[in-house]
């Protein structure tokens, strides 16, 4: 098996792409007060540079008052941050690349730094940050229309400074998914529901706003999981019905492609298939999805925060998966922060050169 099928083409509504790599959203916490500097523009151009197909970049925040939880975070509202931002296009632009940025809110999840705070309340579906632990408040309807509306104004501002697509990030136990998880959402009214696919309205009025916004030929993607950080063994979805209903409403209400997050890109979602998330996400959905989850690497992403080293590992298994048409597009992180020539890498059968990962790579933007 050769490499040659993560480099065929791939397109959606104008959105052309050379091969089927896409650099995962990865928080990287250098945009002082929310600004990202010349220093990201160019750790991104690196990247298009050299052959990424999709460039998504780091969350970045929406206009509610605590979308983020660090102030170095950089934020998708004001017109230093968008202006920032289309430095960072036209760097990518430049390159060649094409980019997308993650629209985010973190919603009930504490700040990163013990010295700054959010300048507003933590936002929540029912004021939890997991099941039985009250953290942030309950929005009212006023506050889940605002965050709606900041969503879309994200995305509009988005299409104007000439990003190629964008993403929502609605995975790992932060807002959106807050509302999908029943640990976090317990509301009452319309945004809240014993079954799944009820608790997904906030996420679909967000897509309808945000399709709304940026018309009917503008590439939208969602990021959605099972796991969240505050539960790796989180299973929204325990059956491919609950699942189809759950992903159908955010293809209904505008989502072009799901982007599925697994912390093991391998590991079969349901007993009785070797299918992926990625891969029943598709199935059941009909659209494009997008697979990730410690590709290129030997070990698993979260242990490496805890300081485990990882090796470069074989993409035989991932191939064959896309080559049987399970997912469309691959997203690569931890290879591709420590290593920004790993696609030319890849696509040259130079697997010699390819570099292990190791944690101190996040002190750097490089």
Known sequence: MSADVLFTPFAIKGLNLPNRIAMAPMTRSFSPDGVATADVA????????????????EGTGVDRPASLNDPNIPRFHGDAELSAWKRVVDEVHAAGGKIAPQLWHVGAVKTRSETWTPPGPYDSPSGLSRPDKVFGQPMTDAEVADAIRAFADAAAAAK?????????????????????????????????????????RFAADILRA?????GPDYPVIIRVSQWKQQDYAVKL???????????????????????CS??????????????????WAKKVTG????????????????????????????????EAMLE???????????????????????????QSELQAYDRTALATLY
């Open 160 to 200: 104007a400074l000439g990003f190629d697509a964008i993403e929502l990030h609605g995975a790992h136990g932060y807002l959106i998914d807050q509302f999908f998880w029943d640990g976090t959402n317990v509301r009452e009214d319309a945004y809240g529901s014993k079954e799944l696919s009820g608790r997904a």
């Open 287 to 318: 659209v494009p999805t997008i697979t990730v989850g410690s590709v290129g690497l030997s070990g698993e992403f979260i242990a490496s925060w805890g300081g485990e080293k990882s090796e470069p590992a074989s993409l035989e298994r991932l």
């Open 237 to 259: 979805a325990d059956t491919p019905q609950a699942l189809e209903a759950w992903l159908g409403a955010l293809v209904d209400a505008g989502a072009d492609v799901i982007h």
């Open 210 to 214: 945000v399709r709304k916004a940026v």
């Open 262 to 279: 697994q912390r093991r890109f391998w590991e079969p979602e349901f007993d009785g298939s070797d299918l992926n998330f990625a891969g």
């Open 42 to 57: 160019a750790y991104y151009r690196r990247r298009a540079e050299n052959g990424v197909g999709l460039i998504i970049t």
């Open 324 to 350: 049987r048409g399970d997912f469309d597009l691959v997203a690569v992180g931890r290879a591709l922060l420590q290593d920004p020539e790993w696609v030319l890498k890849i696509r040259d059968g130079r």
